[in-house]
């Protein structure tokens, strides 16, 4: 049995097809670890929920960004942002309801074995044990009757930080952007939401957040997607994982078990493979 970590698909459904026959990935012996984001701005995101959904026990992915603003857009709490988006397809789907609630029954970090699936990253304080159990804290809300309460004061950039006394939906914001929505903060935690460039364009007195010195999770290897610029990362406790498939790069797997990478060229569809 193989594990292949798959970076942000974005509704690119046939370069995640043409991926997994590069791995020879097959569902009856193998598994999927997807870093969130199935969904928005590539042609073909209803395909890829009912894909990744028909996959069952063979895949387990973690909310992103985008997930989490499908959800919105389909209760009404959050306004459709641009013209680049590509949700229509989902919502006005006959099993769009099914979809839904299988999206929403998703994890926000998911750990296993020495990892940690998480869609952007983890807070510098927070232990991989402690962000799985505050995640938990977000998926019950997610999950129990008041979802859309929840959705509707899930969105917002304040606070910024953490505070272990935090409560209510400032406790759960901050949960929901350090996991899904951070690249930079500060040494202590503090969060920007703006910079979404390279790691030469952090903001003064930003770091990005796996380069903050004695990060808590630093004795796990995290397995994230989100910033297409930074591209594919890998070292010793870092897989990052979004190559930027939706704007023209590649979609990029990586076999946990000897880190092996495939990545198909999501402009002309040809793969390629590497070993570390």
């Known amino acids: ?18 991926l997994l026959d590069a791995c020879d990935f097959d569902p009856r012996r193998d598994r999927l670890w997807l870093v969130g984001d199935l969904v928005n701005r590539g042609p073909k995101s209803l395909e890829t929920l009912r894909y990744v959904k028909a996959l069952g026990e063979a895949a387990i992915t973690v909310l992103g960004n985008h997930d989490l603003y499908l959800l919105m857009v389909a ?9 680049d988006d590509t949700l229509d397809d989902i919502l006005a789907a006959t099993d769009c309801d099914e979809l839904l609630a299988w999206l929403r029954h998703q994890k926000l970090c998911h750990i296993e074995n ?12 927070w232990t991989v044990a402690e962000a799985r159990a505050l995640a938990a804290e977000v998926e019950a809300l997610l999950q129990g009757p008041a979802y859309r309460d929840v959705l509707a004061h899930m969105w917002g950039s304040e606070p910024a930080a953490w505070n272990k006394e935090l409560q209510g939906w400032d406790r759960m914001r ?5 996991m899904t929505r951070m690249r930079f903060c500060t040494p202590e ?19 990005p957040w796996f380069d903050v010195p004695g990060r808590c999770s630093a004795d796990s290897v995290l397995v994230t997607g989100h910033w297409s610029a930074l591209g594919l990362k890998m070292t010793p406790n870092l897989l990052a994982l979004d190559s930027g498939c939706l704007w023209g790069g590649h979609l990029t797997a990586l076999r946990l078990e000897d880190r092996a990478v495939f990545q198909i060229n999501c402009c002309d569809g040809h793969s390629s493979s590497i070993r570390q």
């Open 75 to 83: 209760e009404g709490v959050e306004k459709r942002r641009g013209k």
């Open 189 to 207: 935690g503090v969060m920007e939401f703006q910079a979404k460039g390279e790691v030469v364009d952090a903001p003064a007195g930003h770091l």
């Open 174 to 178: 901050v949960i929901v952007n350090a």
């Open 1 to 18: 049995m193989s594990t292949y970590a798959i970076g942000d698909i974005q509704g690119c459904h046939d370069s995640l097809l043409s």
């Open 114 to 125: 020495g990892y940690c699936l998480v869609h952007a990253g983890l807070l510098p304080q």
